[in-house]
């Protein structure tokens, strides 16, 4: 990649980074880990109906996902501008083939061609998982596996079975009598042209 190429990428790069450390420093709190008290600066949350704080739950714990995915950005940028430095940028580090212009266009901290990020997608080490997934196996794929000579019962037996028990013929609940729409009573179905026809002359 030419010097002038490489100077481009450097300056979109600490841009990038500059603007998230802006927004990083614009999140309250979210790097001391302060507590969702403190971070609602109420002295106490019994007088809170248990919605507001549900709904204060829901927003700290969404700020502090996109305050770890910042960091990671952020990360990944310095990894990028090093890589600059060595000589390696623009190279992909699973197969060493060149990647294109195109994709460091839109995503210029990439360390992976586009081939190449979707194999890595499927298995990344460095992205970190809960701890208890350690232990458990992924939702839904453990059982799920439609293999003719498994004779576990799983998933889909206990579907089945619950299935099974709300059968029932087809039952129309809380049908309403047919009811002419548009109107109340038969009488207002009469059109003025059918009154007048009954009018004495």
Same mark, same amino acid.
Request: glycine share 4%; aromatic share 6%.
């Given at each position: 990649?030419?010097?002038?190429?490489?100077?481009?990428?450097?300056?979109?790069?600490?841009?990038?980074?500059?603007?998230?450390?802006?927004?990083?420093?614009?999140?309250?709190?979210?790097?001391?880990?302060?507590?969702?008290?403190?971070?609602?600066?109420?002295? &106490?949350?019994?007088?809170?109906?248990?919605?507001?704080?549900?709904?204060? !739950?829901?927003?700290?714990?969404? /700020?502090?996902?996109?305050?770890?995915?910042?960091? $990671?950005?952020?990360?990944?940028?310095? %990894?990028?501008?090093?890589?600059?430095?060595?000589?390696?940028?623009?190279?992909?580090?699973?197969?060493?083939?060149?990647?294109? $212009?195109?994709?460091?266009?839109?995503?210029?901290?990439?360390?992976?061609?586009?081939?190449?990020?979707?194999?890595?997608?499927?298995?990344?080490?460095?992205?970190?998982?809960?701890?208890?997934?350690?232990?458990?196996?992924?939702?839904?794929?453990?059982?799920?596996? /439609? @293999?003719? @000579? &498994?004779?576990?019962? %799983?998933?889909? @037996?206990?579907?089945? /079975?619950?299935?099974?028990? !709300?059968?029932?013929? $087809?039952?129309?609940?809380?049908?309403?009598?047919?009811?002419?729409?548009?109107?109340?009573?038969?009488?207002?179905?009469?059109?003025?042209?059918?009154?007048?026809?009954?009018?004495? /002359?």
């Amino acid at each position: 990649m030419k010097r002038t190429e490489l100077d481009y990428f450097v300056s979109v790069l600490n841009n990038k980074k500059q603007k998230l450390k802006r927004e990083k420093e614009t999140a309250e709190g979210l790097e001391k880990r302060k507590s969702l008290r403190d971070s609602t600066a109420e002295l &106490s949350p019994v007088d809170n109906h248990p919605a507001d704080l549900g709904s204060e !739950n829901y927003e700290r714990s969404k /700020d502090i996902s996109l305050h770890e995915k910042n960091k $990671r950005l952020l990360q990944s940028i310095d %990894d990028a501008l090093l890589r600059i430095a060595d000589g390696t940028y623009g190279i992909c580090r699973r197969c060493g083939e060149e990647i294109p $212009r195109e994709r460091l266009e839109a995503v210029p901290e990439t360390e992976f061609c586009r081939p190449c990020r979707e194999l890595e997608e499927g298995v990344s080490k460095d992205f970190k998982r809960p701890l208890e997934e350690k232990v458990l196996e992924t939702p839904y794929t453990s059982t799920l596996t /439609d @293999d003719e @000579d &498994s004779v576990a019962y %799983d998933k889909e @037996d206990a579907w089945n /079975d619950v299935a099974r028990h !709300n059968k029932r013929p $087809r039952i129309f609940e809380d049908e309403l009598e047919d009811e002419e729409y548009g109107k109340v009573e038969r009488l207002e179905g009469i059109s003025n042209k059918e009154y007048k026809k009954q009018l004495p /002359d």
